[in-house]
């Protein structure tokens, strides 16, 4: 007999590119985007022009809508595009009728609740979690994208049925978003479930893999997760135009086959990666890798074969751009960091799931924080984390652009 073949579900829109070869997703309703965003911000999408931003600039630069984030035509039904295919995803996957989702449009992991950030608007990857909450007492975050995924380590940060792992570039006063220092590890309930690889500038395969593989099998032996979603920004990979690292087609997709290996429910997401060659070819090869396909080299007629001049081949890297500053001792020590505080974790945390969690609730934390640590200390490292996380907030409420007491957003 033949390998049992799994079943996935890929979710792809005519009107991101003008070609439709996948499952149709529906669009997010109003009611399922506020499930993690303010209504006020959801609203500001769904009304404002780019006229009326550009006649009152300052006023809409408390929602992050500005340079990096502008409105444009189309732009809240292009949200609830990607946000409705990531949703319907989880919903395939709670309901057993996929065991794979794909949705390469999704994985905007820096939008906050009442904020957009970093080209992202809407976190269909909060969203997704959300959704597959309502049936997995505990759920895994994984991002692979060069950028930090804050707004996704942001929103579950305080408790412990989400686990946030992140592996990306970290150099806090050059490279956004600045974020995901190895010592933020979650506070109240989450802590210890906030899990930050940081990298040095032109990482390898061998090292990035060297750090992901161990770290993963111990997350998943200590937290033992009921469904994963992958965020596989295309940043982090050779030659990107925004990226810093020397990661190959082949290392980036060895990730992506360590995750399935694991055989859990998973909602794969998109994400960053600013040379679409490489972009297309990485989620070309990934998605065959997710359904178990082997696939030619040599790239077949189509209409955008000539940007693949003058290699037309599926696994072709860019040539490094980068010096490789991650030292042998220092990935060493980043991983047995890494390492050491999971295995302070208490084993997986328990939930009766008896009755599931109400539809798109966020879970709450506890008031008392585990281990008996003093407020006082906790509040200083919050504080800490906030000031570095929410900076563009607080220039706003410098600036008078923001009331810090406004409640109502």
């Given at each position: 007999m033949g390998a049992r073949k799994n079943k996935i579900s890929y979710y792809y829109d005519p009107e991101y590119s003008g070609f439709y070869y996948g499952q149709h997703p529906r669009r997010a309703q109003y009611g399922e985007l506020c499930a993690f965003h303010s209504e006020e911000y959801?609203?500001?999408?769904?009304?404002?022009?780019?006229?009326?931003?550009?006649?009152?600039?300052?006023?809409?630069?408390?929602?992050?809508?500005?340079?990096?984030?502008?409105?444009?035509?189309?732009?809240?039904?292009?949200?609830?595009?990607?946000?409705?295919?990531?949703?319907?995803?989880?919903?395939?996957?709670?309901?057993?009728?996929?065991?794979?989702?794909?949705?390469?449009?999704?994985?905007?992991?820096?939008?906050?609740?009442?904020?957009?950030?970093?080209?992202?608007?809407?976190?269909?990857?909060?969203?997704?979690?959300?959704?597959?909450?309502?049936?997995?007492?505990?759920?895994?975050?994984?991002?692979?994208?060069?950028?930090?995924?804050?707004?996704?380590?942001?929103?579950?940060?305080?408790?412990?049925?989400?686990?946030?792992?992140?592996?990306?570039?970290h150099k806090p006063d050059t490279f956004f978003p600045g974020t995901g220092a190895l010592e933020d590890v979650g506070e109240y309930e989450g802590r210890g479930y906030s899990v930050n690889v940081p990298l040095d500038t032109g990482c390898t395969d061998e090292q990035y893999l060297g750090l992901f593989k161990p770290i993963m099998t111990k997350v998943m032996e200590v937290f033992q997760p009921g469904a994963v979603v992958l965020q596989c920004g295309a940043d982090s990979l050779v030659g990107d135009r925004l990226g810093a690292l020397n990661l190959t087609l082949e290392g980036h997709a060895e990730a992506v086959r360590i995750m399935k290996s694991f055989g859990l429910p998973m909602l794969v997401l998109g994400?960053?990666?600013?040379?679409?060659?490489?972009?297309?070819?990485?989620?070309?090869?990934?998605?065959?890798?997710?359904v178990g396909a082997k696939l030619e080299d040599a790239l077949p007629p189509n209409m955008y074969l000539e940007y693949f001049s003058p290699e037309y081949r599926l696994n072709y890297n860019r040539r490094k751009q980068w010096d490789n500053f991650n030292k042998r001792t220092g990935v060493e020590r980043t991983k047995q960091a890494v390492l050491a505080n999971l295995s302070q974790l208490q084993g997986a945390p328990g939930l009766a799931m008896r009755e599931r969690p109400p539809d798109c609730l966020i879970p709450e934390s506890s008031p008392n924080p585990a281990g008996g640590e003093e407020e006082d200390v906790i509040h200083g490292r919050l504080t800490q984390y906030v000031k570095t996380h929410y900076k563009h907030q607080l220039w706003c409420v410098e600036q008078g652009l923001h009331d810090p007491y406004d409640v109502g957003r």
């Amino acid at each position: 007999m033949g390998a049992r073949k799994n079943k996935i579900s890929y979710y792809y829109d005519p009107e991101y590119s003008g070609f439709y070869y996948g499952q149709h997703p529906r669009r997010a309703q109003y009611g399922e985007l506020c499930a993690f965003h303010s209504e006020e911000y959801i609203d500001v999408l769904r009304y404002t022009t780019p006229e009326q931003q550009a006649q009152d600039w300052n006023s809409f630069l408390k929602y992050g809508l500005e340079y990096d984030c502008p409105i444009w035509h189309g732009l809240f039904d292009f949200c609830r595009l990607y946000a409705g295919a990531s949703l319907e995803g989880a919903y395939q996957l709670n309901h057993g009728h996929s065991e794979i989702s794909i949705n390469w449009a999704g994985g905007l992991h820096h939008a906050k609740k009442a904020e957009a950030s970093g080209f992202c608007y809407v976190n269909d990857c909060v969203l997704g979690i959300l959704e597959l909450l309502k049936h997995h007492a505990r759920v895994l975050y994984v991002d692979i994208d060069i950028h930090h995924g804050d707004g996704v380590e942001e929103a579950f940060y305080t408790t412990d049925r989400v686990m946030c792992v992140s592996f990306h570039l970290h150099k806090p006063d050059t490279f956004f978003p600045g974020t995901g220092a190895l010592e933020d590890v979650g506070e109240y309930e989450g802590r210890g479930y906030s899990v930050n690889v940081p990298l040095d500038t032109g990482c390898t395969d061998e090292q990035y893999l060297g750090l992901f593989k161990p770290i993963m099998t111990k997350v998943m032996e200590v937290f033992q997760p009921g469904a994963v979603v992958l965020q596989c920004g295309a940043d982090s990979l050779v030659g990107d135009r925004l990226g810093a690292l020397n990661l190959t087609l082949e290392g980036h997709a060895e990730a992506v086959r360590i995750m399935k290996s694991f055989g859990l429910p998973m909602l794969v997401l998109g994400g960053g990666g600013y040379t679409k060659t490489t972009v297309a070819r990485a989620w070309t090869m990934e998605t065959a890798v997710l359904v178990g396909a082997k696939l030619e080299d040599a790239l077949p007629p189509n209409m955008y074969l000539e940007y693949f001049s003058p290699e037309y081949r599926l696994n072709y890297n860019r040539r490094k751009q980068w010096d490789n500053f991650n030292k042998r001792t220092g990935v060493e020590r980043t991983k047995q960091a890494v390492l050491a505080n999971l295995s302070q974790l208490q084993g997986a945390p328990g939930l009766a799931m008896r009755e599931r969690p109400p539809d798109c609730l966020i879970p709450e934390s506890s008031p008392n924080p585990a281990g008996g640590e003093e407020e006082d200390v906790i509040h200083g490292r919050l504080t800490q984390y906030v000031k570095t996380h929410y900076k563009h907030q607080l220039w706003c409420v410098e600036q008078g652009l923001h009331d810090p007491y406004d409640v109502g957003r």
